[in-house]
Each structure stands twice: as C-alpha cells, then as structure tokens.
C-alpha cells in the first residue's frame, strides 16, 4: 500500500478527535459529583456554606470524629450492615446465577427456551413492581423487618442468571462435558470440576454487579426494614439527610458519609480488575 492510499485511509484528524472528546465529556460529567463529594467532605459546617465550592476545607478529621460519634458509631453499623447484605447476598446470587445458567446452557429439556425468556422478562421489570408484593410475601411469612427481608430478595437475580448463561454457552465446549461423562463423572463433578472453573470470569462479573446493585439498593430496605439498626448505608444516609432539614449541621455527617461508602465499591473494582487480568494472562498463556 503506498503512502498516498495510507493517508487517504487515515480519517481526519478532527473526525478522530471528535470520540475522545466525547468520552472526556462523559468521564467528567461522572467525576464531577465524585470530586464535589471529596471536596465537600473536608469542610466544616461553616466552610461548606460559606467557601466556593470546589475549594477544599480543614475540616476532614472533625468530620469523620463526628460522624463516627453520631448515636455512637451507628453509621458503622450501617456500614457493616451493607458488607453482609451486599456480600452474601451476591456470593449467593451467584452460586444460584451458576447453577442455572449451565443448566440452561448445557441440558435440553422441554420448556427451556420458555423459562428463559420469563428471565429475560424479569431483568426488564422494574423493581418496584416487586417490591410491594415480595414485602406482603416476607411479612406473611413474619420475617419482615429482619436482614432475611433484604437477603432472600437479593439471591434471585434474573440478570445475573442471564448473564451466566450467555457465558456458560460460549465459555464451557460441549466436548467437555460429554468427556467428562464418558469418563464416568457425575453431573455435579462436571459442573464443580470442569465447567465451574470456565466459568470463573463471567462469574466474577456477577459478583461485582450484584454486590454494586445490592450495596446502591435503597427501595428493598426502604420498604422492607423499619428498624434502624438494620439500616445499610443507603437507608441510613437518607434518615440522616431528612434530618438535615432541621439539622443542618447534619449535612456535613452525610456528605462525609458518602464519601466513606464509596471507598468499599472503589476497592472491589480493584480487586476485581485484578483478577480479570489474571484470568486474561492465564487464557495467553495456555492458547
């Protein structure tokens, strides 16, 4: 190809500025809020109405000494309560995710494309029209305002079954399977053996986005919980916000609580981000 076709398979410099540009704009509308919080959180009651808003205060440590002596120290018991819904909520979203996604990928059964498509209704139905009813479930069966309420809610999740099966069909040969059966493994052996491992990185999707969803959830807890030291972080930074219209003093604690809650889900993506990268090394090397 000569220097003249290559130039003129180049597309303008202005054409391919124009995507980054655009992403620069999306980064920066999402960081603002993030870098408003940091920001916000190092001023004190006086600075935050009284500063321009993108200069930062004195007032950090205060900020986290007062909020972790509010009601003594219940916003780490909020805290503590979102890391048990979140993390077991997703570990068990996704053990239920794997199982019936390889089911549906690998078994042929009458009725399979059926209940998969009810799946691909339920990711598309929106939380509140469930949340009423699953509440009227729960509290029938007196387990209404418990961690239970929050939990079982979050175990089932149709999004987190699509995905592992989406994954489980391209990730997991049928060739394998049908060895591992010809070498006289069980079906459970196969799943725990073989197919589990292929499927490891989808299901660390699942994970992160089921423990992301699960720690942001506010309607479940708000519906569900009436005791506030059952609150996750979501439901107890909203009381505190309330509070706030007559409080104002309190609209230091929750900024700086904020900040505080976001910490957690920052270091799970790099955790996980970590563990992509593995799983990407260890697939070059064995190809």
């Not at 990928?105 to 929106?126: C, K, S």
């Not at 079954?161 to 010809?182: F, T």
Request: proline share 6%; charged share 10%.
């Amino acid at each position: 190809m000569t220097a003249t076709a290559t130039a003129a398979a180049r597309p303008p410099r202005r054409t391919a500025l124009l995507p980054t540009a655009v992403l620069l704009l999306g980064a920066l509308y999402c960081l603002l809020p993030v870098a408003w919080v940091l920001i916000a959180a190092t001023k004190s009651g006086r600075e935050l109405f009284s500063t321009f808003t993108l200069l930062p205060g004195t007032g950090l440590a205060g900020n986290l000494a007062d909020l972790s002596a509010y009601r003594e120290g219940v916003y780490w018991r909020w805290m503590a309560n979102s890391a048990l819904y979140a993390g077991v909520g997703a570990l068990l979203s996704t053990a239920v995710s794997a199982l019936a996604g390889y089911a549906l990928a690998v078994y042929r059964f009458r009725g399979r494309e059926a209940v998969f498509n009810v799946l691909l209704a339920g990711v598309l139905m929106p939380p509140i029209i469930l949340a009423v009813p699953q509440y009227l479930l729960l509290a029938e069966a007196d387990l209404a305002d418990s961690y239970l309420s929050v939990l079982l809610p979050s175990v089932l999740s149709p999004y987190g079954i699509y995905l592992a099966r989406v994954y489980a069909s391209a990730a997991v040969p049928a060739d394998v399977v049908e060895a591992g059966r010809m070498d006289g493994s069980g079906e459970w052996r196969i799943f725990r053996s073989l197919a589990l491992p292929m499927m490891l990185p989808g299901l660390v999707t699942v994970f992160l986005f089921q423990f992301v969803a699960i720690w942001n959830n506010f309607l479940l807890p708000y519906i569900m919980l009436g005791d506030d030291e059952k609150f996750p972080i979501t439901l107890g930074l909203f009381t505190l916000l309330q509070q706030g219209s007559n409080t104002p003093a309190l609209y230091t604690l929750v900024i700086t609580g904020a900040l505080l809650a976001v910490v957690p889900l920052i270091a799970l993506f790099l955790v996980v981000q970590r563990f992509w990268r593995l799983d990407l090394l260890s697939g070059a090397v064995k190809s």
